[in-house]
């Protein structure tokens, strides 16, 4: 059985090119329109929303391949390239197939765990968990301000693709040998 959105428009979010919240605007009198412990699926509902802002220009184009943030070949080689262990590596390998989670938490609060939780791949959000009891307590624009935060924790632990460096002069053929080559040597050495 389907249901309908929670919340629709308590909840307003900018998005930038990675799909995370940039800025984020909570209604003022959200706790007297909404029970707390919806406050998760509404935050939810706010990003779809954004979500879909941010996508439907080229959606509305027809240009889907545009909706993949998934980086070239060369950027996935370049940035490859660039790790420094074989950790950094199978991170970045984990995260082109989406099995990644990246994870954002708001700071502890009275009731002994985290404000907000974010959780996203690398392409969005997949969860946004509030604590329901510290929510209640705080001022709306506190949510809005940990949800932003938590985006920025989690720009800040997805790898930076990249065609530049060291490596740009390459052809794709020799990146891809060089890769190949790298693998083996951080595999040999782990």
Not at 29 to 49: E, Q
Not at 146 to 160: F, K, L, T
Not at 174 to 184: F, N, S
């Amino acid at each position: 059985m389907a249901t309908g959105l929670i919340g629709v428009g308590l909840f307003t979010m900018r998005l930038d090119e990675g799909r995370l919240p940039v800025d984020v605007d909570v209604s003022r009198n959200i706790t007297d329109r909404i029970a707390p412990r919806d406050l998760s699926a509404a935050a939810m509902t706010g990003y779809y929303v954004a979500l879909w802002q941010h996508d439907a220009p080229v959606i509305a184009s027809g240009r889907w391949t545009e909706l993949t943030v998934s980086p070239s070949r060369r950027a996935e080689l370049i940035t490859l390239l660039d790790t420094r262990s074989l950790d950094e590596f199978e991170m970045v390998e984990r995260s082109l197939r989406q099995s990644d989670e990246f994870i954002g938490r708001g700071p502890i609060t009275d009731f002994g765990g985290p404000s907000i939780t974010v959780s996203a791949s690398i392409s969005r959000i997949s969860d946004i968990e509030i604590d329901p009891r510290w929510a209640v307590t705080v001022d709306p624009s506190y949510i809005a301000h940990d949800i932003v935060d938590c985006a920025n924790q989690i720009r800040h632990q997805r790898p930076r693709f990249h065609e530049d460096g060291s490596w740009a002069d390459r052809t794709d053929d020799e990146l891809e040998h060089e890769l190949a080559e790298y693998k083996r040597y951080l595999m040999r050495n782990s």
